[in-house]
């Protein structure tokens, strides 16, 4: 069940540079994404979401922008920093009470200095 | 800052033994959830609970699984026969009501996970 891809495992950024996550659905039923931050031995922490209304969202360094036809996420990170290191997963929701979320695989952010 | 939080940090068993896994969602939140993530693989969708029932469960949470809320602040996850594959990090998360309008009621706060091993 691949509803959800992330087809970069890792991803190696310099220090002050524009990190860019991308993500994949298929499931034409999503209709709000989300991304997690994690770290080894924690639990998933929200970093930033988006409806399937808008094409972008942004929060600090941090902007989502969504393309539907493409069926298409991405997240930018800038600057990128340090602590930014950490496995970034995408997730998909298709709404409706206490939906479940179906993530993608992940990628592995590491920012160099 | 309120969080979801988990016991314990880990828990090693033996195969066909029971198991309760115990979380304390956010104090506020209506929905809560189990996720599970094998070394390696994806975070997978377990169960959603909402007003004292399940909400949605996965094909994982058969008839070995079972989810309750036996007062007003713990959500636990028990395993009756643990078998070598339930061996995992199991995660807790809890959502606020989906009140109309509000732009905040599908993020899902998970807590730090239990790491399930079965031998």
């Known amino acids: 069940d691949q509803q959800v891809k992330q087809n970069s495992p890792s991803l190696s950024v310099q220090e002050g540079r524009i990190s860019i996550l991308n993500c994949d659905y298929t499931n034409s039923m999503f209709d709000y994404f989300l991304w997690y931050k994690k770290y080894p031995a924690e639990g998933p922490t929200f970093l930033i979401s988006i409806s399937s209304i808008k094409d972008k969202n942004e929060d600090g360094r941090f902007t989502v922008f969504l393309n539907k036809s493409a069926k298409h996420l991405s997240l930018h990170i800038v600057p990128s920093q340090p602590g930014d290191s950490a496995v970034y997963f995408c997730?998909?929701?298709?709404?409706?009470?206490?939906?479940?979320?179906?993530f993608g695989t992940g990628t592995r952010l590491q920012v160099t200095l | 800052e309120p969080e979801v939080t988990q016991t314990p940090s880990h828990q090693v068993t033996q195969m066909g033994q029971e198991v309760i896994l115990r979380c304390v969602p956010i104090?506020?939140?209506?929905?809560f959830y189990w996720y599970r993530q094998i070394l390696g693989q994806k975070v997978e969708f377990l169960v959603s609970?909402?007003?004292?029932?399940?909400?949605?469960k996965s094909e994982i949470f058969d008839d070995q699984f079972s989810v309750e809320r036996p007062d007003g602040s713990n959500f636990t996850l028990k395993i009756r026969s643990t078998k070598l594959e339930d061996s995992a990090m199991y995660f807790c998360a809890s959502s606020a009501d989906r009140g109309r309008g509000s732009p905040f009621s599908y993020e899902q706060y998970f807590g730090p996970g239990t790491r399930l091993t079965v031998t």
């Open positions: 609970f909402y007003n004292n029932e399940i909400s949605e």
């Open positions: 104090s506020n939140h209506l929905y």
């Open positions: 997730a998909a929701s298709a709404g409706g009470t206490a939906s479940k979320l179906t």
